[in-house]
């Protein structure tokens, strides 16, 4: 087999730098580990910078996003039980985020590669990468115990951070950057009314809750939790109890209890690696870096990534022009870390950590009430959550 661009993984990165490629004529195939209900099954985040939305109209895949994606033009904080709202809308001259999950987005991106015959390669075994650095790399994998091997021009490692393509740098050429943060967050699905028609972050003694949702009906809920902690040790009734408390009087008492049919509970990483180019092989998304879920950012950083990747590409198969193929790692990496300050420091503000004493909790404090009071500090949070440029 033989095609122009190789993607390893049809996550959002993979999936939407397939269409992108497939929409300017280059043609590319996307090689996946799972199958397509695995893949779409997935419940991650739901919030789309306006930059993620304008990416899937530009490809004609915005249809029902409009219809059923919920526009938000703020967002609220709690602390000392008191909450106060920050109007990213009037803060950012009218930027918005629309909540939409991410299953809603893959599924959209898995109906419309079936309409317009774009390439995906399920259930992918022993995926391996050869010749990277040459100018005829190729991919081969297993797939109902037949081998098969397809010749290209670049390979892009879509594959999330347990995939092979960031394995496939030189440890001399990869250097990586982490912080792992001492919790995690349990998270459920309710089809119930969400607590408030936006969302709400909320700093609490017992730890930090996150009201968000899905739609009218349905809500998405997360406590953080100790690293450790089990789903068994949260029945329904726990969760809700703390949830409620920890999102203070005003908006504990607005949470509509149901049962849940979803409950997970995900460790939170900051990782990047530099460089995000080696030869004839990029990465893309969680593939290149990771960011705590704190202001959903992880969607969004894949959809800025295969944005400036695939308009590089493009040029490169159009005009022959390298320049953007060689400036993709250093472009994505200054707005990936601006990303990865946002997230990081998000997570610091509003979650407590084991090791806090009495000065850090007082930081804290001191840095909500402040953007509580101030314009300034509440415009720098706006810009940030609605996404900062290209
Ligand atoms: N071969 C083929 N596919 C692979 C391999 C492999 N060896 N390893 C992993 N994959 C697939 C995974 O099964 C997954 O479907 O790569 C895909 C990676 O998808 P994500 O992990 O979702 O990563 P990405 O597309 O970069 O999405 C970034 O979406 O899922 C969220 O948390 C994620 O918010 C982040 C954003
Ligand atoms: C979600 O709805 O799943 C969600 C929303 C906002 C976040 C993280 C997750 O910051």
């Not at 299953?103 to 015959?117: I, K, S």
């Not at 075994?125 to 115990?145: K, Q």
Request: aromatic share 8%; glycine share 8%.
């Amino acid at each position: 087999m033989r095609t122009d661009v190789a993607i390893i993984g049809a996550g959002p990165a993979g999936m939407l730098l397939g269409h992108l490629l497939l929409q300017a004529g280059v043609q590319a195939v996307v090689i996946e580990r799972r199958d397509r209900a695995y893949v779409e099954g997935r419940v991650r985040a739901g919030v789309l910078e306006q930059t993620t939305v304008g990416l899937l109209e530009r490809l004609g895949l915005d249809e029902r996003l409009r219809r059923e994606g919920l526009v938000h033009h703020g967002t609220n904080l709690v602390h000392d039980g008191r909450m106060f709202r920050v109007d990213m809308h009037a803060l950012t001259g009218g930027a918005s985020v629309t909540v939409y999950g991410q299953q809603e987005v893959m599924h959209d991106l898995f109906e419309a590669a079936e309409a317009r015959a774009l390439p995906v390669i399920f259930d992918a075994e022993e995926t391996r990468l050869h010749d990277v650095t040459s100018a005829s790399p190729s991919v081969v994998w297993r797939r109902e115990g037949i081998e098969t091997r397809l010749d290209c021009d670049f390979v892009v490692g879509c594959d999330g951070y347990h995939g092979v393509s960031r394995a496939s740098l030189p440890p001399d050429v990869l250097r990586t950057f982490e912080r792992v943060y001492p919790f995690g967050w349990l998270g459920i699905l309710a089809d119930v009314p969400p607590a408030n028609h936006e969302l709400i972050y909320a700093n609490h003694e017992r730890g930090f809750a996150l009201a968000s949702m899905r739609s009218a009906t349905r809500s998405r809920y997360y406590i953080q939790c100790a690293a450790d902690e089990t789903i068994a040790a949260w029945p329904d009734q726990r969760f809700w109890d703390e949830l409620a408390h920890r999102l203070g009087p005003e908006a504990g008492s607005a949470v509509v209890r149901g049962p849940s049919f979803e409950k997970t509970i995900a460790p939170l990483r900051s990782f990047v690696t530099e460089p995000m180019r080696h030869g004839r092989l990029f990465l893309a998304g969680d593939a290149a870096h990771i960011v705590p879920p704190t202001g959903a950012k992880g969607l969004n950083l894949a959809a800025a990534d295969v944005a400036v990747l695939s308009d590089a590409l493009v040029a490169f198969y159009h005009d022959g022009s390298e320049s953007g193929l060689t400036g993709y790692s250093d472009r994505a990496l200054a707005r990936v870390w601006k990303a990865e300050r946002f997230s990081w420091w998000f997570t610091g503000i509003t979650h407590r950590f084991p090791e806090m004493d009495g000065f850090a909790r007082r930081m804290q404090v001191a840095e909500l009430a402040y953007i509580e009071q101030s314009r300034a500090a509440q415009t720098a949070l706006a810009e940030n959550y609605v996404g900062l440029p290209l």
